[in-house]
């Protein structure tokens, strides 16, 4: 274990692969190091002005649908395409047993996840929760929201396969497009926040100071 926050930064970027301010943070993050910006921002200026690394930083889309078709969006791709496999197996409705298999598995995790996960990262786009707390108020989300939706559907006499998988679907699709644009907005607020710092890391020191 490095003995001060300087040479732990040092592993991480060198060793470790981190060649972003993002990527070092997440790197810390993951190691549960708890190092605010200002710290890691002044450790990485002194370690920039030794000449031992060197930052960039991957720019952010400037506009919403920039940012869909960048590799940040990738998770919204997905979320929005099991709800699609899963209403063509429901609608299908084989007893092939891929088919079978495919339907439960992805039927189990629209019931008990995804919508979850669509409304927490809609709630808490930045990075207020740890992994360990998502993925437990996703299951927690899930189930309130699948419950409330079977209810609502058999209040009408509609709570069949068809109907639930649809109307799931439905709600994980809006929201999820609504999770993507404030996880942008998020992302965006905190890339010009950095984006000074950045700026600072990447120019040469002034000989002259």
């Excluded at 996960?117 to 709630?123: D, E, G």
């Excluded at 993507?180 to 600072?200: I, M, N, P, Q, T």
Aim: with cysteine; glycine share 8%; charged share 20%.
């Amino acid at each position: 274990m490095p003995a001060t926050m300087k040479e732990l930064v040092k592993v991480i970027a060198g060793g470790g692969g981190a060649t972003t301010l993002r990527a070092i943070r997440r790197k810390l993050e993951e190691s549960r190091i708890e190092c605010s910006d200002e710290e890691l921002i002044g450790i990485l200026k002194e370690l920039q002005s030794e000449g031992y690394l060197s930052l960039t930083e991957r720019p952010m889309p400037a506009s919403f649908s920039s940012y869909l078709v960048d590799a940040r969006s990738w998770w919204m791709f997905v979320i929005f395409m099991i709800p699609v496999v899963e209403v063509f197996l429901v609608v299908l409705d084989s007893y092939d047993p891929l088919s079978v298999f495919l339907r439960a598995v992805l039927g189990l995790g629209l019931l008990g996840f995804l919508p979850g996960y669509s409304s927490q990262r809609a709630l808490f786009p930045g990075r207020e929760l740890s992994n360990l707390e998502r993925v437990i108020l996703s299951i927690f989300l899930s189930v309130v929201i699948s419950v409330s939706i079977g209810v609502s559907l058999g209040a009408v006499y509609w709570f069949t396969a068809g109907p639930n998988v649809f109307f799931l679907s439905a709600y994980v699709q809006s929201v999820t497009v609504a999770a993507a644009y404030r996880s942008f907005v998020s992302d965006r607020k905190r890339s010009l926040g950095l984006l000074g710092h950045e700026r600072l890391l990447r120019e040469p020191a002034d000989s002259s100071q």
